[in-house]
């Protein structure tokens, strides 16, 4: 009877024990994986600000915690850092996307430096007008993604397939999805159209998608285009 008590203890703690031991491969595993991931973003990130002359330190950081868009402050303009959270970094599937997440970024951290009292000014200047920053930020995203060599359109796929669409945007301090990536492209089109003509995302389906949802967005760009309007449209 006591050797059955023991050759069972002894199963029970020699499978414990391999549990434990595949934990530990686990956790060595996903350490090793978000030193990859982490590299991957500093490497990309590094580019950016080099080939934009951004002489400001900006640090990059890969969070495996999901963002909570109502508690967190924004650590680019608090910290000088470029957050990009694992729910962020899921979308991005290739250095186009993974660029264009995180240009964005760096407008924010090297406007931190800009302004009264070494920058701390800046956040109130951002919430004061959050909507038109937004718009511009996805504009400039695009010329630091050019400058770097990377495709800009790859800022338009991020954003189709990661961003929802809202049903209104008056009451709220951010544009409707459909409205930025109509900016976006309007940007593209018109300042760097060597990239829609010469455009390997043609064939992607998440541009096909937004080439579908943004029909009547993009009858608007058409239709001044024809006249030389130089208003800005009220994309929707």
């Given amino acids: 009877m006591i050797k059955k008590l023991l050759a069972t203890a002894l199963i029970i703690l020699s499978s414990q024990i391999a549990v434990f031991a595949d934990e530990t491969i686990t956790t060595e595993e996903q350490i090793a994986q978000e030193q990859s ?3 991957r973003i500093n490497d990309i990130g590094s580019k950016l600000l080099n080939a934009n002359k951004i002489d400001k330190r900006i640090i990059f ?9 109502f508690l967190q402050i924004n650590p680019e303009l608090t910290r000088r850092q470029v957050v990009v959270y694992k729910n962020e970094y899921k979308f991005t599937q290739n250095d186009d996307e993974l660029a ?4 964005r970024g760096i ?4 406007k931190s430096y800009e302004g009264l009292f070494n920058g701390y000014l800046s956040a109130f200047e951002l919430k004061a007008a959050p909507k038109k920053f937004e718009l511009a930020s996805d504009k400039r ?4 993604m050019v400058n770097a060599g990377y495709h800009p359109v790859g800022l338009i796929t991020l954003l189709q397939k990661s961003c929802p669409q809202k049903r209104f945007d008056k009451f709220s301090n951010k544009n409707l999805t459909s409205k930025r990536l109509a900016h976006i492209y309007e940007y593209i089109y018109t300042k760097y159209p060597y990239y829609l003509a010469n455009n390997p995302y043609y064939e992607n389906e998440h541009y096909q998608n937004f080439l579908l949802t943004s029909i009547e967005n993009r009858k608007l760009l058409e239709e001044k285009i024809k006249t030389g309007s130089k208003e800005e449209l009220d994309y929707q």
């Fill in 37 to 39: 991931i982490q590299s």
């Fill in 61 to 69: 950081v890969y969070d495996e915690n999901a963002k909570d868009i």
């Fill in 100 to 103: 264009a997440c995180l240009a």
């Fill in 107 to 110: 407008l924010i951290a090297a």
């Fill in 141 to 144: 995203a695009v010329d630091f």
